[in-house]
């Protein structure tokens, strides 16, 4: 008999970590729920409630893993804010995907569904992290490598009130940028690479600059920079706008999160009222946590 109900448990992602545009990412203790079930036999071959994002997953899962397409519901719930950097519209697509993959039989396995997530978001630097867990290095042909995280990296994530839509922020991004800036951008993104993959995260300090996309987003995300200061003030490692925002990051290794989550928070009015959430990572990445 056919399973008719699947739950999918996928953690949050933040991406770039700076100077790693599209390329980096690192999944984080943070979580939505996807749930997916069968409709009764006869109705029509679609998602309810209907959603745009849901039905293309859908539609791309029936056609990678040629199996019939069925009518289903679905829904999501958890702690991952819409449009905040933090990887949400992979908890739904990836959700889905692995929702719908266990519900026949899970043809496809877990780099399969990596791949597809990536082709309906357009990068793999949150869908990567987001499937395998820990931090996970990508490319535009999808290869990828993981590194699982210890606790002892912690994630001060100041979360403002207000969305960032990740179309709207690619727009404001130049076309070229000067060689001296790609070089600079390189060199950082390799030596995060390193000390994560090497678990030296000590050298991650001074690391984290770029030119490809935070400074041409920081009027999307008032105070950028100076919330970033003040977290490095009080001892943080160094910090990155997450994703495209308007959620900011900073790191310690140290049981300060608290002292820095209050220094972001006071840099600038615009975030007083934000909420701060210290995290570390998650090394599963999305799994099926129920099905009947």
């Known amino acids: 008999m056919a399973l008719q109900k699947a739950v999918v448990q996928v953690p949050a992602s933040t991406s770039n970590l700076g100077p790693g545009y599209d390329c980096l990412g690192l999944a984080l203790k943070i979580y939505n729920r996807v749930t997916v079930e069968r409709a009764p036999q006869g109705s029509p071959p679609q998602c309810e409630p209907h959603h ?4 293309e997953a ?10 019939d397409p069925f009518a289903y519901h679905w829904s999501v719930e958890g702690e991952v804010p819409v449009s905040r950097g933090l990887g949400s519209s992979v908890t739904l697509r990836l959700g889905i995907l692995c929702g719908l993959n266990a519900l026949t039989g899970s043809p496809l396995d877990q780099r399969h569904l990596f791949e597809i997530c990536s082709e309906l978001e357009g990068h793999p630097d949150n869908a990567g992290p987001a499937s395998f867990g820990g931090f996970v290095v990508a490319d535009a042909h999808f290869d ?13 994530l100041l979360i403002p009130d207000y969305e960032v839509l990740t179309e709207e922020a690619r727009k404001l991004m130049p076309s070229t940028i000067a060689h001296g800036q790609a070089v600079a951008n390189t060199g950082n993104a390799c030596k995060i690479t390193a000390a994560i993959a090497t678990r030296q995260y000590h050298q991650l300090r001074g690391n984290f600059e770029d030119y490809l996309h935070q400074p041409y987003r920081s009027n999307l995300v008032p105070g950028l920079q100076e919330i970033i200061d003040a977290g490095k003030a009080v001892g943080a490692i160094g910090g990155f706008l997450s994703g495209s925002g308007s959620t900011i990051a900073c790191l ?41």
């Open 252 to 292: 310690t290794l140290r049981d300060d999160g608290e002292k820095i989550g209050q220094a972001m928070r006071m840099a600038h009015p615009s975030v007083r009222e934000a909420e701060v959430r210290i995290v570390t990572a998650d090394n599963d990445g999305a799994r099926v946590l129920f099905t009947e």
């Open 144 to 156: 990828y490598y993981q590194f699982d995280v210890e606790e002892a990296l912690r994630f001060v």
């Open 52 to 55: 745009p994002m849901v039905a």
């Open 58 to 67: 859908g539609e791309a899962y029936f056609r990678r893993s040629r199996r």
